[in-house]
């Protein structure tokens, strides 16, 4: 007889919104962090708006998961070994989902919602996707399912694995003790994982243990040099939720209609943000690989994001708002 | 029923952190200044070598002039400020005692710089619609 299994983030909320307020206390008496008051109401509002398309359709969801577990491979119990495991599987599954939604821009219209604010705090954390079940976010835990997991298990662990995320998203918390910080998902690590400075982009994809992409080759620490810069490559140009939302969406609407070839369609819906057909485009590897270039070049010079050029001079224009960079 | 009532209850909850965050005083709006110009453009777009900036008289946002003389806009969202590098679609006209700089994006307004004095000639870079 399977448990009655509450769900996890329902019963966070309340912390969460306490949580909320003590870090905003903590902002205001350290001076560290930031937070502003248009960018947490867009993404508490995008939070709300995420419970209300998830709430839509989970009875969908829930049925496709019982549909695959009818044809599972074994039958696996209500042990307590059993939870353990599900809950370390779904986030090896999380991890190659979300590394698939830095990707592939379908996959990036959906999650780019969660990216979209050029702040990290509590309030980024629950800045979640309104059209995650529209981009098939769901095929990733079906194996799960197949294996063996009952579907309700699988939703619990699910459940955990998405509080556990939230409170990694603050700038409060420096690092942990070393063994937490070799093992687990940090606020260091996500951090990483939120900036656009060349050498972080597209790094630690990991929900809750980061040893997957120590794993997997995505890991990046994060450097006391170069201080996180927040966003996406392209930040938007409006605070308004509703454009976040579905901005990504728009954009790859637009770019099938001027598409002059199968092959161009596919690469802007199957391709990495930012890829163009005719160059290297502006995905994360051809920005790396012209910051690579770019430190090459100049060793000495500031690292993007990370450091600060030198004091702009009057200049010799004839006109006043003008500044120059010294040679 | 219990849903709805939950939802409304989050509703509430976000209005009151919203207004909490008002009230802290977290609502500034940075002044954008020559320097802060040039080290975001420099920040967001890797390569493009902020050489100089012009600065609208009202500190929200600005031109600046890269290098191979491509051009950028720095416009303030909140308290951050937003980059774009302007394509070969961006209009930039005159307007009065300033500029207006559209760069035909869906979610970013047409942005107007307000000038002192004449901007450089290089703000206009090929195109000049009075």
């Not at chain 1, 662990?157 to 918390?173: C, D, K, P, S």
């Not at chain 2, 307004?109 to 870079?125: F, S």
Request: glycine letters at 10%; charged letters at 15%; one cysteine or more.
């Amino acid at each position: 007889m399977p448990p009655d299994l509450p769900d996890p983030v329902k019963l966070a909320v309340p912390a969460f919104a306490a949580l909320v307020a003590l870090e905003m206390w903590l902002v205001k008496r350290r001076g560290r962090g930031a937070y502003d008051w248009r960018d947490a109401g867009a993404s508490l509002t995008l939070g709300l708006g995420s419970t209300v398309a998830g709430a839509l359709t989970a009875g969908l969801v829930f049925a496709i998961a019982m549909f695959v577990w009818q044809h599972r491979l074994f039958d696996i119990g209500w042990t307590w070994w059993a939870f353990v495991l599900a809950f370390v599987l779904d986030d090896l599954a999380y991890y190659w989902f979300h590394r698939t939604a830095h990707r592939v821009r379908w996959f990036w219209a959906s999650h780019v919602i969660h990216h979209s604010s050029q702040h990290y705090n509590l309030t980024t954390a629950l800045r979640q996707t309104w059209t995650g079940f529209f981009s098939l976010a769901f095929l990733f835990r079906l194996p799960l399912f197949l294996i063996g997991f009952p579907p309700a298990m699988v939703f619990f662990v699910a459940g955990l694995n998405l509080v556990y995320q939230f409170w990694i998203h603050t700038e409060q918390v420096d690092r942990m003790p070393g063994w937490f910080e070799a093992v687990m998902n940090t606020p260091s690590h996500h951090r990483v994982h939120h900036a656009t400075n060349p050498l972080y982009l597209d790094r630690n994809y990991a929900g809750v243990f980061i040893i997957w992409d120590r794993m997997f080759g995505t890991f990046q620490p994060e450097l006391a040099s170069i201080r996180p810069r927040y966003g996406i490559v392209k930040n938007l140009g409006t605070l308004n939720p509703l454009w976040a939302a579905v901005h990504e969406w728009a954009g790859i609407g637009r770019d099938l209609l001027r598409a002059r070839s199968l092959r161009e369609a596919a690469g802007r819906i199957a391709g990495p943000p930012g890829w163009q057909p005719d160059g290297p485009g502006e995905t994360s590897e051809a920005i790396r690989a012209r910051w690579a270039a770019q430190q090459a070049r100049a060793p000495g010079a500031p690292q993007a994001g990370g450091g600060v050029p030198g004091p702009a001079q009057g200049g010799s224009e004839p006109a006043a708002g003008v500044g120059v960079r010294g040679a | 029923m219990a849903g709805f009532v939950q939802l409304l209850g989050s509703a509430g909850a976000v209005a009151l952190l919203v207004a909490l965050a008002f009230a802290m005083g977290f609502r500034t709006a940075p002044w954008l200044d020559a320097a802060r110009a040039l080290e975001e453009a420099d920040a967001a777009l890797v390569g493009f070598g902020a050489e100089a900036a012009l600065v609208s008289a009202d500190g929200t946002a600005a031109l600046v002039r890269g290098g191979n003389g491509a051009r950028a806009l720095v416009v303030r969202r909140g308290d951050r400020f937003v980059v774009r590098r302007l394509g070969a679609e961006a209009r930039v006209t005159g307007c009065g005692d300033g500029l207006i700089v559209d760069c035909r994006e869906t979610g970013l307004r047409r942005v107007r710089l307000a000038l002192d004095a004449p901007p450089p000639a290089w703000t206009w870079a090929g195109h000049r619609a009075a």
